[in-house]
């Protein structure tokens, strides 16, 4: 319950430091998880502090998968395919259900183009040029492509002169483009298709 109600990068990096089956038998307590009964949270009460069971009583109740993708989209690569992999080994359905509505770096590649434009005007610089050093020849191009024929060489400059990045590096760079991206489509300044109008399109 508690970690439900956690910012996601937060139940990510908790999840990660736990051991493997603890870990799993959490995640699927999470996409078990209905309404809180009252009398849970007054038991609660008496173990956290008022202004954080506060919180938790005033919050819309979230879908459990919408949650746990969300999670699962502040993972870095490594641990990601660590938990998809245990997850998968007891729970194939809830595994791919997760997949379906994690949205990760490279589904950025759904976006039209003032969406992009958007995103690169939001993000920090030094991010992107870490981001687009990990990502694929498609991505990259729609990115430059959505950038002054200036501003596109300058950052291939950078990006070459940054050298070789860690891909952990890689990861925390591309997660925090994510989160920025999905909060510009909760905002409503960009749309995010589904990957069935993406793919009649």
């Known amino acids: 319950l508690v970690l439900s109600k956690l910012k996601r990068s937060h139940v990510a990096s908790i999840l990660s430091i ?31 502090q008022q202004e954080f069971v506060s919180n ?8 459990s998968y919408e949650v746990m993708a969300e999670i699962f989209n502040n993972f870095d690569r490594q641990t990601e395919s660590r938990f998809f992999e245990l997850l998968e080994e007891r729970d194939k ?69 940054l050298g070789p990045v860690r891909v952990k590096d890689v990861d925390e760079a591309q997660i925090a483009i994510i989160r920025v991206t999905k909060e510009l489509a909760e905002a409503g300044e960009i749309t995010i298709p589904d990957g069935d109008e993406s793919e009649e399109k």
Do not use: C, H, W, Y
């Open 18 to 48: 736990m051991t493997n089956d603890f870990a799993i038998e959490v995640m699927k307590r999470m996409l078990m998880i209905e309404t809180v009964k009252p009398q849970v949270l007054d038991t609660l009460k008496k173990t956290l």
């Open 56 to 63: 938790i009583s005033a919050q819309k109740q979230a879908d």
């Open 93 to 161: 359905e809830s595994t791919e259900r997760i997949r379906q509505l994690m949205f990760t770096f490279d589904d950025i590649i759904r976006i039209d183009g003032a969406g992009v434009q958007n995103i690169i005007r939001s993000v920090d610089k030094d991010k992107l040029i870490i981001a687009l050093k990990g990502a694929n020849d498609q991505i990259k191009e729609l990115f430059f492509s959505n950038m002054s024929e200036r501003a596109a060489k300058i950052m291939q400059e950078d990006m070459m002169a």
